[in-house]
């Protein structure tokens, strides 16, 4: 009972302190052109309008910075613990999951809250059998590669860099979604093609099973939630 007792103890104490931050893009200053949140916790509803681009409990500050990227390009999206965190704390490990990032075109990236329609995935990384997104996320410092899709219309543009963190989502409303905007401008696409979209909120659904998942089960498949990533 005691051991049982620590144990849950433990795992509230890592539930409350190991959260995470999409901080700065391409090697930018944290928040400069991403709008980054003053805490770095959860947004656990995905039927708010905080599951676009992070906000409520967690008020985001607006940056005028718009990045420009090239068309066919990689991106960059640095994670951290906090806003001040160095590259080896990037969250807890605990923390299993899936890293996604979803764009969507917009006429002013600044002013855009991104609630709606428009939305295209870019990029998932789910569980492959053995490793998740996230470890992978880790080992690499926390920077989260994307490809910029080449054929899509230049112009302004958010990129939503996305992680969910599956350490309590065994139960309804558990699973955590940690997520931050970035303002771009993108140059030298061909607009050859223009993806499906879906809306946020409305891309997930509470008891999806990439969303109400038992990491403890010792399951080998994994379907990450949202659509299926857009490619040229």
């Not at 959260?19 to 391409?26: K, M, P, Q, Y």
């Not at 599956?166 to 993806?195: D, R, W």
Request: with cysteine; charged share 10%.
């Amino acid at each position: 009972m005691k051991i049982s007792t620590s144990l849950t103890l433990a795992a509230a104490i890592s539930s409350a302190s190991a959260h995470t931050i999409f901080v700065s893009l391409n090697g930018g200053a944290v928040g400069d052109g991403v709008r980054v949140p003053s805490y770095d916790g959860p947004i656990t509803d995905v039927s708010s309008n905080n599951i676009v681009c992070n906000g409520g409990p967690n008020p985001t500050t607006a940056t005028s910075k718009v990045i420009t990227v090239q068309a066919g390009s990689t991106a960059k999206l640095t994670w951290r613990h906090t806003l001040t965190s160095a590259a080896s704390d990037v969250i807890d490990p605990s923390h299993k999951g899936p890293v996604m990032a979803y764009m969507k075109k917009v006429s002013d990236a600044t002013k855009d809250s991104g609630v709606g329609g428009g939305w295209f995935k870019i990029q998932q990384d789910g569980f492959d059998g053995t490793k998740w997104g996230v470890e992978r996320l880790i080992s690499a410092s926390g920077v989260q590669t994307v490809t910029i899709p080449q054929c899509i219309a230049p112009g302004q543009y958010l990129l939503r860099g996305e992680l969910i963190a599956l350490h309590g989502a065994q139960n309804a409303n558990g699973a955590q979604f940690y997520m931050e905007c970035a303002q771009i401008n993108v140059t030298g696409g061909s607009a050859s093609k223009t993806p499906a979209t879906v809306s946020f909120p409305g891309a997930y659904k509470a008891t999806d099973p990439g969303i109400l998942y038992n990491l403890y089960a010792g399951q080998k498949t994994y379907t990450v939630p949202g659509p299926s990533v857009f490619t040229c």
